[in-house]
């Protein structure tokens, strides 16, 4: 009996060595050609520049890459100038021992902004690169001009992550068990198959990205992260931000709660919320043609993008016209013409909150004002979104848009 509690305890011993000398693996660029890396905080930085017009710089979230904006940054690069970045620890930059969390996250992004001569550009962040985009306009007002917030945590305990990729992330076994889902395919897919609401819309790139970091990476991003993120220190913070923003939720998102998206709504001044029915937490690969399009119509301050999604649901990446397909209204236009600025729900995206405009209007004047007296439950505040069937349907919306962007 005594030999077999020596055998368990040895090997015991081995595992965790092992599993201490693996969160300690770090990985360098061999090859960094100048066209394809930056050298940022003292890390090497793979990036991408693509199209023309004003920027756009988009970032990933935890255990993420890039790639994940491949969708998107074909469709903006027909009318900006797209910026896409691997942050450090993620897809193709060097993941080092330690320099993690929000914080190290916006200052990246700024050196990264600060490289290309970057201000009053559009930051589109996802997840935890939601966070370190808020942070930036935070701290940097003059970099950043427009934001889009993806399912972004605003406190610790937002963050909810299936078991098998919980495991993943403790102290001390956690490199043992991220390693084991990066050698074994199906493991990695227990791990991400909660980010999408439909198995079937998960992509193979979301899953091999999964495996392209490290333990130490992917778990100190996260407990750094948790611990800026407690007692709404980062929702505070945002309430200094004073640039227009789009928030978007999807309203079946299992890693992130969705009631992020109203605590997100009360600290950004000029923003509006978005809520993705039958979405996770990867809209941006589940409802491709949608998200597009509200990413699309914020920025550009053109409505005729959603309305090209509501007449042509799901159109095929590329398919979409380059300009929209009717002229812009003049300001003020539209008052009961049933113009595409006019609806509330275009496939499957609610426009929710609204902060002030300029001059005191409001985006949606025609929904009632306690409307951004935001609820207690998650019901309430679903219901306090959909129109009730006696109301009118809105007029001039788009004129209002346009006039203030």
């Known amino acids: 009996m005594s030999t077999a509690l020596i055998i368990v305890f ?17 990985h360098q660029v061999e090859s960094a050609p100048e066209t394809e890396f930056l050298e940022l905080e003292g890390t090497w930085v793979r990036y991408g520049v693509t199209g023309g017009g004003p920027p756009v710089v988009l970032v990933h979230g935890w ?12 469709r903006l690069a027909q009318r900006f100038t797209v910026y896409t970045l691997d942050l450090s620890g993620f897809g193709d ?17 700024y050196a990264f902004c600060a490289h290309f001569g970057l201000t009053h550009a559009s930051v589109v962040g996802h997840d935890l690169g939601a966070n370190m985009a808020i942070k930036l306009a935070a701290d940097h007002p003059d970099v950043v ?3 889009v917030v993806v399912a972004a945590p605003a406190q610790e305990d937002q963050i909810d992550l299936p078991t098998p990729l919980w495991l993943a992330t403790l102290p001390v076994v956690g490199p043992l ?20 609401a439909d198995p079937d819309d998960l992509p193979e790139d979301v899953v091999e990205d999964a495996a392209r970091s490290t333990p130490a990476a992917v778990s ?10 407690s007692g709404g220190r980062l929702a505070r913070q945002a309430r200094m931000v004073r640039v227009p923003a789009l928030i978007v939720a999807g309203e079946e998102d299992q890693i992130v ?10 600290s950004l001044d000029q923003s509006e919320v978005c809520l993705m029915d039958g979405c996770g937490h990867l809209p ?5 043609a949608e998200f597009n399009a509200q990413v699309l119509a914020f920025l550009t301050g053109d409505a005729r993008y959603l309305d090209y999604v509501e007449r042509f649901p799901g159109p095929p990446a590329g398919e979409e016209p380059t300009e929209p397909v009717e002229p812009v209204p003049e300001e003020g236009a539209g008052e009961g013409t049933g113009g595409p600025g006019e609806r509330e729900e275009i496939g499957g995206l609610r426009n929710g909150r609204s902060g002030p405009r300029a001059g005191g209007e409001r985006l949606f004047p025609d929904l009632p004002e306690n409307l951004f007296e935001w609820p207690g439950s998650w019901e309430e505040f679903r219901s306090g979104r959909r129109r009730r069937s006696g109301d009118e349907e809105p007029g001039g919306r788009e004129g209002e848009a346009g006039s203030s962007r």
């Open 63 to 74: 255990l993420s890459s890039s790639r994940i904006w491949d969708q998107l940054a074909g």
């Open 10 to 26: 040895v090997a015991a011993l081995l595992l965790v060595g092992v599993s201490l000398a693996l969160g300690r693996m770090t």
């Open 284 to 288: 941006m690969v589940e409802r491709v």
């Open 257 to 266: 709660d969705p009631h992020s998206a109203a605590v997100w709504g009360r």
């Open 220 to 229: 100190k991003t996260l407990r750094v992260a948790r611990r800026e993120l």
């Open 145 to 147: 001009g427009r934001l």
């Open 177 to 196: 068990f991220y390693m084991l889902g990066k050698v074994l395919r199906p493991v990695r897919v227990l791990w991400m198959r909660p980010f999408v």
């Open 93 to 109: 930059s060097d993941k080092p021992l330690s320099g993690y969390g929000i914080r190290y996250g916006s200052r990246l992004l």
